[in-house]
T-cell receptor
């Protein structure tokens, strides 16, 4: 069975600094997607960034980038120039290849990011 | 991103009563919707996959007779918590898969259920 592990329950970063959130996963599949979602206090889940497993190039979205190490099954999120609005719960998620026409998402336990002014 | 709505945003009910939560896909038709449950300070746990025109697929350990799912149309799925108990109090989130295989899933804003 696939699993997603986030070993950092909580992280802190100074405003304008850089922080990296860790995520490891386990799967026997070769074709899958990985995601980072942000959940602010409003509880609305927001997509931060996605990575296709077949792509070697690391995904980037403005201040957010990932370090995808497929062989090591590692998928870390780097937030550069941290802003107060980045404070939230961050979830790493794995999406399996489709089974019977539908996908399934598995979420990690989350990392709470605090941004210090 | 696509817009997904949930109603109600919060509900308080007495133990033993049933509560219905609606999830609507406002931007496109969805043959599949997901229902998640999130306990305080915990992750999202997939409860079931709602399928339009057929029965929902429940995850292991989820009681299908307690959590009734009806995918009434291509834009509406409902989750009914039957005979609710205080331990059913939680945050329930629905999501709609994107239309393309490269898409993410689009989440509703969630419903907070409190059972007294």
């Amino acid at each position: 069975a696939q699993t997603v592990t986030q070993s950092q329950p909580e992280m802190s970063v100074q405003e304008a600094e850089t922080v990296t959130l860790s995520c490891t996963y386990d799967t026997s599949e070769s074709d899958y997607y990985l995601f980072w979602y942000k959940q602010p206090p409003s509880r609305q889940m927001i997509l931060v960034i996605r990575q296709e497993a077949y792509k070697q190039q690391n995904a980037t979205e403005n201040r957010f980038s990932v370090n995808f190490q497929k062989a090591a099954k590692s998928f870390s999120l780097k937030i550069s120039d941290s802003q107060l609005g980045d404070a939230a719960m961050y979830f790493c998620a794995y999406r399996s290849p489709p089974t019977s026409g539908t996908y399934k998402y598995i979420f990690g336990t989350g990392t709470r990011l605090k941004v210090l002014a | 991103g696509a817009v997904v709505s949930q109603h109600p945003s919060w509900v308080i009910c007495k133990s033993g009563t049933s509560v219905k939560i609606e999830c609507r896909s406002l931007d496109f038709q969805a043959t599949t919707m997901f229902w998640y449950r999130q306990f305080p300070k915990q992750s999202l746990m997939l409860m079931a996959t709602s399928n339009e025109g057929s029965k929902a697929t429940y995850e292991q350990g989820v009681e299908k007779d307690k959590f009734l799912i009806n995918h009434a149309s291509l834009t509406l799925s409902t989750l009914t918590v039957t005979s609710a108990h205080p331990e059913d109090s939680s945050f329930y989130i629905c999501s709609v898969p994107g239309e393309l295989s490269t898409d993410t899933q689009y989440f509703g804003p969630g419903t907070r259920l409190t059972v007294l």
